[in-house]
């Protein structure tokens, strides 16, 4: 199966681009305030890698935050058009969210959870059969 799911994309100007070399860790919804502020809508559709298994080319400039769970969450755009790419998290170290709009080919994207529910706005329908975690995953 190694292989299969090697993602692609990037920004919108074309400044900033990246490659996958591993299958995603994990592929969710954030619905904490932090990536409703960050991304102008009721959650963050993100598609985690290994930080290993990630190519990127061009420059992203980050911005620091502290997120629901506490801990430091760095939010990686490109300079020259502001597209959100990428996601650092003081929690989780050796992994790097990717924003899933930035993806090549977005329909790739298949979300597994919903995290952060207890924040999720009443106008955000989750999908019913996904699984649910109110207050983010346990690390």
């Known amino acids: 199966m190694s292989g299969r799911q090697n993602l692609s994309g990037g920004c919108a ?3 900033v681009h990246y490659e996958t070399t591993v299958d995603p860790v994990l592929m969710l919804n954030c619905h904490c305030r932090a990536c409703q502020q960050a991304g102008g809508s009721g959650y963050a559709p993100i598609v985690v890698v290994s930080k290993e298994g990630l190519q990127l080319h061009g420059e992203l400039r980050y911005h ?5 769970s506490g801990k430091a969450v760095e939010r990686g755009f490109c300079p020259n058009c502001g597209s959100q790419i990428a996601m ?3 929690s989780m170290p050796d992994v ?3 924003q899933a709009g930035s993806l090549a080919d977005p329909s790739r994207f298949v979300p597994a959870m919903d995290v952060f529910t207890n924040g999720a706005q009443p106008w955000d329908h989750m999908q019913p059969e ?6 983010g995953l346990a690390t």
């Open 13 to 15: 100007c074309g400044a």
């Open 64 to 68: 620091r935050s502290i997120g629901d």
């Open 88 to 90: 650092k998290l003081e």
């Open 96 to 98: 790097v969210g990717l």
């Open 130 to 135: 996904r699984k649910k975690f109110p207050r």
